[in-house]
């Protein structure tokens, strides 16, 4: 089983280019997530979907959107990207249930010129 | 809402020390905790949780953390500490009223063993 996988690994995008990130997972988990990692800041969550068909925004959804498009699969797009969307990203599945942990991809590593 | 604070950017600690990683939060419910440990350029990894029950908690590699109702607190140890522990650890909570919530993350702390 590879767990959560993401691609791509790195990105270099200019400022107003569009981009999608791409999350999959393969241990039949409901419900996943998009969290952004910066220096002091913690990860901070973008948005997530507790069930395939539905989306909800975290606390910094600004200038991101996001599509479930079954239960494995989970994409993040950058419609216009700007330096301030520079970061690592992450994905992060639980099955359903408040006792359960999260498990996360290695990241993707994107840098907006 | 949910919160966690964790109160120290970086721990340095001695090879062979006892070392603890301290985690403070604020929930309206039960808390549910959990730690997780992060290498460089890798992802987030859990080491334990705390849902209910014995106050110590034991998780993966020598790991455990006690959970503190009365000082709100969910810290991290290890008795003898190794270098290769050196990473970034992150506690997080989910408040156990609200259902499946996403987890909430503190900001982390930089644990460096030195040799």
């Known amino acids: 089983n590879a767990g959560v996988t993401q691609t791509p690994k790195f990105q270099v995008l200019k400022t107003g280019q569009s981009m999608t990130l791409q999350c999959a997972q393969d241990?039949?988990?409901?419900?996943m997530y998009w969290y952004r990692q910066d220096p002091g800041m913690g990860l901070r969550l973008i948005y997530y979907s507790a069930s395939e068909g539905t989306t909800d925004k975290g606390e910094v959804p600004n200038g991101y959107n996001v599509s479930r498009l079954n239960k494995r699969e989970f994409s993040l797009r950058l419609e216009s990207a700007a330096p301030s969307q520079t970061s690592v990203y992450f994905c992060?599945?639980?099955?359903?249930?408040?006792?359960?942990?999260?498990?996360f991809g290695p990241g993707t590593r994107l840098t907006v010129l | 809402a949910q919160s966690v604070a964790q109160p120290e950017d970086q721990v340095n600690v001695a090879e062979g020390n006892p070392l603890t990683v301290k985690c403070t939060y604020s929930v309206s419910g039960n808390p549910y905790l959990f730690w997780y440990v992060q290498y460089p350029n890798r992802g987030l990894q859990f080491l334990l949780k705390y849902i209910t029950g014995d106050n110590l908690v034991k998780g993966s590699y020598g790991f455990e953390a006690e959970f503190n109702k009365s000082q709100t607190s969910f810290h991290l140890k290890k008795p003898s500490a190794l270098v290769s522990d050196s990473a970034l650890y992150f506690c997080?909570?989910?408040?156990?009223?609200?259902?499946?919530?996403?987890?909430?993350f503190g900001k982390g702390t930089r644990l460096s063993v030195i040799a």
């Open positions: 992060a599945t639980n099955l359903a249930g408040r006792y359960n942990e999260q498990f």
């Open positions: 997080a909570v989910r408040d156990g009223g609200s259902g499946n919530t996403p987890l909430v």
């Open positions: 241990m039949n988990h409901n419900s």
